[in-house]
């Protein structure tokens, strides 16, 4: 399994960006996928999960109303569409797998995802 993200870089406050997250190995269109973020010094935190069939999303507080998860089953890739950026989003942006828990409940937890991508940095300065 290989998951591997693009899109992060440099931008102002108030500015978007949109990750992406490609995905091999695994039947991805059955499988619920996330986006976690950690910051220098911070605990990985979640930011957002979609189902397999994007029917259902999840989002953490902090980025209600500013970021959206969706997903392409044929391109067998997630997106993260960041918009109205802050400093505080400034961190590593990772993408997960769920391949253990297709069906049921929420998806919150690291503890949901077994195949976990390198990350991509995003920096919104002031």
């Known amino acids: 399994v290989q998951l591997v993200e693009s899109g992060g870089g440099l931008v102002q406050a108030g500015g978007s960006l949109r990750l992406s997250c490609a995905a091999s190995?695994?039947?991805?269109?059955?499988?619920?996928m996330g986006w976690f973020r950690q910051a220098p010094g911070k605990e990985r935190e979640f930011v957002a999960a979609?189902?397999?069939?994007?029917?259902?999303?999840w989002y953490a507080d902090s980025v209600k109303g500013r970021f959206a998860i969706s997903r392409d089953n044929v391109r067998n890739t997630v997106f993260l569409h960041m918009n109205s950026l802050k400093p505080e989003d400034t961190a590593v942006y990772s993408c997960?797998?769920?391949?253990?828990?297709?069906?049921?409940?929420?998806?919150?937890?690291?503890?949901?995802?077994?195949?976990w991508g390198q990350g991509t940095q995003v920096t919104v300065s002031s």
């Open positions: 979609i189902r397999w069939n994007g029917g259902s999303t």
């Open positions: 190995g695994l039947t991805f269109s059955q499988i619920p």
């Open positions: 997960a797998a769920a391949t253990r828990k297709l069906y049921g409940g929420t998806y919150y937890s690291e503890a949901d995802y077994d195949y």
